[in-house]
């Protein structure tokens, strides 16, 4: 479920059309943000975390 998100991230353009098809309606109000990162990490990867705390924490303040 998306309704609660004011902003949401993805990692790349192909994230962001996937979201886009499928929740539509859902996300005329939202901030959607493409971080331009290559899904090619395994799931919470030290790299990939320190990359989205990089990316993503300037987005937040």
């Known amino acids: 479920a998306i309704q609660w998100a ?5 990692m790349e353009k192909s994230h962001q059309r ?3 098809n499928k929740f539509q ?5 939202k901030r959607v943000i493409c971080l331009d990162i290559r899904d090619e990490y395994e799931y919470m ?9 990089k990316k993503v924490l300037p987005l937040l303040k």
């Open 25 to 29: 309606p859902r996300l005329k109000n």
């Open 6 to 10: 004011d902003i949401i991230f993805v």
């Open 18 to 20: 996937k979201l886009s």
């Open 45 to 53: 990867q030290p790299e990939l975390v320190e990359l989205l705390k």
